[in-house]
């Protein structure tokens, strides 16, 4: 009894944790502009100051964040359909083939993995606006791909090494060619590994905002993130905090879609390469 | 049964009737070989593109004095920029709060995470609720996140001091270092609990029940068996954990960013390069900066794996 | 359908080592062979080799009157049972029975029409709408054989398929396979480190150890006259007994006493010093329940251990051997996989026999049965060749090893 107990505040410690700042930002979001800038309604529910969805509006009629958000959703989406077709190709083969510089592909996987995104955005800032790539699309998928691929290559070789070798070298015997094998049998059964890592290179490229801020400079192609840090309301000394938390709701929701939809995969993939053996 | 295909070159040197064995037997090994390489190449290829070039590159302008405000104005200097920053104080305080960063916040993650492992892992009911909550502040955006800490420690409009019953109303956090930092650990702390405690959840899930249930029999209390069995059977599970964890803090930048722009000396080395190079167009410096950075990354992975003997391969998944 | 030649074919890692060394292998058309050894003695490489799963290092694999060592597993037009099934998860039990067809590009119609009468067959006419993660053991096991009949294939490739069913289901599951292969009377070939399945499917069994053949030879002879120790105590269960053994005349030596064995068998093995003798279980008996004019030996000797079975009792009879047999018998243990920790005899007597533990009971053993072994180099000496198939073993493994250990 008394361990159900501790169970249960820890069930709801865990939840008040996650959740708190998102209903404080939720809650944020309903208050007027006025008194968020003068204090007059300190406390965690908008009482007073209850504006209804005039920030949503607001926000929702600002061009830069209307651009913003397309900004994110097609480049996430395009980083991410590459990256996961990449990387489907290298994981099947780091888990199944013997080839020379497999270590190498790992190393290089590994060492991306921990690089400092902020020691390449001098260079990158200088070598985009040479060659064109500056405030433009590729500009950011080709970086959040790169980024990316290491998480879904370890996801995906992770779930390849769980498909059992016989059922390829069955479909061979079958009278499979490799590809047909790879193509009816493998692709399959790798399809939940393979949209598992789709999910959580969306994620990273949505979260991103180093490459963000440095590698565009207009709604050309700025992200989400970087169109909230640079979002300045009427007043320039004041940050407009309504509005900010506003838009910073409308850019988790697709989180919270996703993550509502997919829980039970996203974590199977978070967790798969980081503890086997 | 293994079906590792041996390489050519061992093949062709050992075959006991050496000379139609090898040619048929290397064909596949050789097929193989290809396309595997055929299969990674696009990988390695866009990893490489986005790092190698640029990281060179970087390592050439840091040798430069280069500004963007005065492009022409490139001059070889030799390693001045290094000399300078690494002589400069304010390089060796923003290492340090870099370090401050991701000792307390790993710290406090791996605390915090451990516990609601264990809650998860012993929780029957409303799984699903639990799983979705503790994604939440997984895939939120950090930008966010730092907003939201942000607006709840201001103190014209924020909860946190109200809530707070041993602070002042008017306290305000972001006048100073100290209680600056601590806002931004606790956004830090708040986003990557929830991923550090899935990492430590699988590690549960592994820690078989039946050795937890002979301690039991064997007289062990829970203390001790948390400390004697479990832990330690989760050990590879808790290194990768921290590992991945301690990288990613020292890599700071979002959350300072957003909550402080770098004001009160909360800056960290991430930001120092970032300041420098795209703030103040210095790409000699800031590239110089960079290569450092990149440095003090592989010099803290490269101590952690020693110091907690982290074992890469079974992080590797092999 | 095809006969399969197999044709010192040798398998060797990167490392050199050969975990087929050798191999030669007629299959007839038609005919069931098992392979069969303890683990590690390379039976599944060799039946990868047949398939086209694993490279072959050096020899010829001959199917039909085609040499296959180049070709892909698809081009060989085998069919294979894996160990774990290897059914497709996301397919249906029609789809995956179908799978190899849909392959070839064959017309709806003649599919379905295949499907079914594969599925008549093996009875899993009301699982085929199923997914096999929904399936028992036994179901899983008669899809996978389902994938391999559709086809008409030259052959059949098991490779140890009941090894994880339980043991009732095993018994059922053998005798399945053994009345489909005589109705299709396809060539197979059959891996498995049971002795139970090895001696009650194959026409003819081959038996391995460390990638070398030691015997080909049909069930009953490798039974009655295996080539050398490894086979003797491999095959059958419980296991031959192996003795100390000296001949003198027409008499052994044995440590329990000396027992008489016909002049033919004496001559083959007098003067060659200490020997081992193989005695089966089966081939002693209380000797109070024995006719009083039945031909044989008998010896008194105290009983460890009793199990009584009902139908037959085991009795375990401690014994001391002398060091050089005791090494060599060891050595065998370990070639069987085995963990015997002493030397003992075991018998196996009617279950009517009234030998309690303890007990100094009269034991009758039936000499003439008796197969006596040079413990130097595991021979059989007293092997009746005639009916003893092909016996391969320990000389040819000896000078198969040369050239390698040389290259």
């Known amino acids: 009894m008394k361990q159900k107990i501790g169970l249960a505040v820890g069930v709801v410690l865990v939840l008040v944790w996650c959740l708190l700042p998102v209903a404080w930002i939720l809650s944020l979001s309903f208050k007027s502009q006025s008194a968020v800038s003068n204090g007059s309604d300190p406390g965690f529910l908008p009482l007073d100051s209850f504006t209804g969805l005039d920030n949503y509006r607001a926000v929702w009629e600002d061009d830069q964040f209307r651009r913003a958000i397309i900004n994110s959703i097609g480049i996430s989406l395009i980083a991410t359909l590459l990256s996961v077709m990449i990387a489907t190709l290298a994981a099947y083969a780091i888990a199944r083939l013997e080839f020379r510089g ?176 | 049964m293994t079906t590792t295909v041996a390489t050519p070159e061992t093949d062709a040197t050992k075959g006991p009737k050496g000379k139609r064995t090898p040619p048929q037997l290397t064909e596949r090994a050789r097929h193989e070989n290809n396309l595997g390489r055929r299969l990674v190449a696009p990988a390695v290829v866009v990893m490489l593109v986005v790092t190698a070039f640029p990281i060179l590159r970087a390592l050439w302008l840091s040798f430069y004095s280069y500004s963007l405000t005065a492009p022409e104005e490139r001059e070889f200097i030799g390693i001045s920029n290094y000399v300078t920053a690494l002589t400069d104080q304010l390089f060796w305080r923003d290492i340090g709060i870099t370090v401050l960063y991701m000792v307390v916040t790993v710290a406090f993650e791996l605390v915090i995470g451990f516990a609601f492992a264990l809650v998860m892992h012993r929780v029957i009911f409303a799984r699903g609720l639990i799983r979705t909550s503790i994604l939440i502040p997984y895939g939120i955006i950090t930008v966010v996140s730092g907003f939201a ?47 550090m405690s899935l990492l430590l959840l699988a590690g549960l899930a592994q820690v078989s029940e039946d050795m937890v249930e002979a301690a039991k029999v064997d007289g062990a209390t829970w203390w001790q068996r948390m400390w004697k069995v479990v832990i330690p059977n989760m050990r590879a599970a808790i290194m990768v954990a921290v590992l991945f964890r301690a990288l990613d803090a020292y890599r700071i930048f979002d959350n300072i960013f957003v909550m402080t722009a770098g004001a009160q000396g909360t800056e960290s080395i991430s930001f120092l390069t970032y300041r420098q190079s795209i703030e103040q167009f210095q790409l000699g410096m800031g590239s110089a900066l960079a290569v450092l950075l990149f440095l003090s990354v592989l010099l803290v992975a490269f101590l952690i794996v020693k110091l907690f003997r982290v074992d890469l391969a079974q992080a590797r998944g092999e | 359908m095809a006969a399969i030649s197999l044709k010192n074919i040798v398998k060797k890692y990167g490392d050199g080592f050969p975990a087929v060394n050798d191999v030669s292998i007629d299959i007839a058309d038609g005919e069931f062979v098992i392979l069969v050894g303890p683990s590690g003695c390379g039976k599944s490489t060799l039946l990868r080799m047949i398939v086209g799963l694993e490279d072959i290092t050096s020899g010829d694999m001959i199917i039909g009157d085609r040499k296959v060592n180049d070709l892909a597993p698809r081009d060989r037009n085998l069919a294979m049972v894996f160990q774990n099934y290897a059914l497709y998860p996301h397919l249906s039990v029609y789809e995956n029975i179908a799978f190899p067809l849909r392959l070839a590009g064959a017309e709806d119609s003649e599919v379905d029409e295949k499907v079914r009468a594969a599925s008549k067959t093996l009875e899993l006419d009301e699982h085929l709408d199923r997914k096999p993660g929904n399936l028992s053991g036994g179901q899983r096991q008669r899809v996978a054989m389902g994938r391999a009949i559709v086809r008409d294939a030259d052959a059949f490739l098991f490779d140890e398929p009941l090894s994880n069913l339980d043991a009732k289901l095993r018994g059922q599951m053998r005798t399945e396979i053994s009345r489909l292969q005589k109705r299709l009377g396809i060539t197979t070939v059959y891996v498995t480190h049971d002795q139970t399945e090895a001696m009650t499917l194959g026409d003819r069994v081959a038996v391995l150890k460390r990638g070398v053949l030691q015997q080909l030879a049909s069930p009953r002879e490798l039974y009655e006259n295996p080539g050398n120790l490894f086979v003797a105590g491999f095959i059958g269960s419980p296991p031959m007994n192996f003795l100390p053994a000296e001949v003198e005349g027409t008499s052994v030596k044995l440590p329990f006493g000396t027992v008489e064995i016909g002049e033919e068998k004496a001559a083959k093995a007098r003067d060659r010093g200490l020997l081992i003798a193989g005695i089966r279980p089966e081939h002693f008996e209380d000797a109070a329940l024995v006719d009083q004019d039945t031909t044989g030996s008998s010896f008194k000797a105290t009983v460890e251990v009793v199990e009584w079975l009902g139908n037959e009792t085991y009795a375990y009879i401690p014994f001391e051997a002398p060091p050089e047999v005791e090494k060599q018998l060891k050595q065998l243990e370990e070639d069987l996989d085995g963990e015997s920790l002493r030397t003992q005899l075991v018998v196996t007597l009617d279950g009517s026999s009234r030998i309690a533990e303890g007990d100094e009971a009269e034991i009758w053993l039936d000499a003439s049965k008796m197969h006596l072994f040079d413990p130097a180099t595991g021979e059989n000496l007293t092997v009746d060749r005639d009916h003893a198939g092909q016996i391969v073993g320990e000389s040819m493994a000896a000078a198969a090893e040369q050239p390698a250990a040389a290259g």
Do not use: C, H
Not at chain 1, 117 to 130: A, G, M, N, Y
Not at chain 1, 145 to 169: D, G, N, V, Y
Not at chain 1, 199 to 212: H, K, Q
Not at chain 1, 226 to 253: C, E, K, M, Y
């Open chain 1, 102 to 277: 497999k270590k190498m592909v790992l190393t290089t996987a590994l060492a991306i993995a921990m690089f400092p995104v902020v020691s390449l955005v001098s260079p990158l800032f200088d070598l985009w606006r040479t060659i064109g790539l500056y405030d433009t699309w590729p500009g950011l998928i080709l970086p959040y791909m790169s980024f990316t691929l290491p998480l879904a290559i370890w996801t995906l070789s992770a779930f390849f090494r769980e498909i059992p070798w016989e059922m390829e070298q069955a479909a061979q015997v079958d009278g499979a060619t490799s590809w047909q094998a790879f193509r009816k049998v493998i692709v399959p059964l790798a399809a939940p590994g393979v949209f598992t890592a789709a999910i959580l290179t969306f994620f990273f490229a949505w979260n991103d905002f180093v490459f963000g801020i440095t590698l565009t400079s207009t709604e050309n192609a700025r992200p989400i993130p970087a169109a909230l840090s640079f979002f300045v309301g009427p007043d320039p000394f004041q940050r407009p905090a309504g509005l900010l938390a506003a838009a910073a709701v409308i850019a988790t929701i697709p989180i919270v879609v996703i993550v509502l939809l997919f829980q039970r995969k996203i974590v199977a993939g978070l967790t798969s390469g980081a503890v086997k053996g």
């Open chain 2, 149 to 195: 800490w942000q607006f709840a420690f201001t103190y014209q409009n924020g909860f946190v001091n109200g809530w707070l019953p041993f602070i002042d109303a008017d306290f305000n956090w972001f006048g100073d270092t100290v209680p600056a930092v601590i806002a931004i650990m606790v956004s830090e702390i708040w986003k990557t609990t929830p991923f």
